[in-house]
C-alpha cells in the first residue's frame, strides 16, 4: 500500500503505466514461445495430440519436462523486453518539468538503444541467467498445476470447462509465482546492476550481498502483489489457450 501511495503522489496514475509498452508488445510472441514449445515437446514425448491427451493424462515427468523447455526458451526470448521494463520501472524520477534535467532513458527505444551502446549486446541479456532459473522449473510445475487440475475436475474423455480451465489457470500462476519470486528479485537486481548501484560479480555475489544486506525476507519481496496478479492474468491465458487450440487445433 505504502508504494501504490507513493508512486501515485510522485508520478501520478502514469507511473503504475510505467515501461508497458515493450511488454504488451512482446507479450503475445513471448507466450507463443512458451506455449508452442511446451505442446510441442508434450507431443513429441508422448506421441499424443491435445484432444488426446484429455483422455489419458501424459506423466507429471512429461509434463514437467515439457514445461521446463518452454520455460527456458520463453526466458530468452523475454530476456531483452524485460530488462527495457526493469530500467524504465526503476527510473523514479518524477515526471519531467521544463528545467528539470532529462532522465536517463526517455522511452523504451532509447533505453534500447542506450543499454546497446554503453554495455554492449550482451546487456541486454544482463541476468537472462537468472531469468532462466527463475522460468524453467517455475514454469514445468506450472503447467503441472495447469494439467493436474483440470484432469481432476473433468469428467474422463470430456474438455474441462471454462470455469475449470480459469480456477486452474489461476492457481497454475500462483503456484508459479510463489516458487519463482526469490528468482524474480535476484533477475531484477541482476538487470540493474551497473545503473543505481554496483554491478554484482555475478548471480551468487547478488544473492550473498543481498542477503548480507537485507536478510532472507528480501528473496520475497513482491511475493504477495506477485500472486494477487498471477491468478486473474494465468486464468485467462489458459482460457485463451484453450479456446485458440479448440478452434484451430
Ligand atoms: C515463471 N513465472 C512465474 C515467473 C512466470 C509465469 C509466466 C506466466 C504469465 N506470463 C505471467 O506473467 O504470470
Redesign the pocket.
Known sequence: MDCMIKIYRHESVLGFYKGMSFPIAS?GM??SV?FGVYSNTLQALTSTSHQDRRAQLPSYTCIFIAGCTG?FL?AYSLAPFDIIKVRLQNQTESRVRPGSPLPRYQGPMHCAATILREEGFRGLFRGSGALML??TP??GL?FITYEGLCYQYTPTGQQPSSTTVLVAGGFA?IA??I???P??VIKARMQMGGVKQKAYKGMLDCIVTSFRQEGLGVFFRGFTI?SA??FP??AV?FLSYEYLLRMWG
Open positions: 507479450i513471448v507466450n512458451l520455460g520463453q527463475r522460468d517455475t514454469l506450472y500462476g508459479s509465482w516458487t519463482a519470486t528468482f524474480d506477485n496478479r498471477a492474468v494465468n491465458t
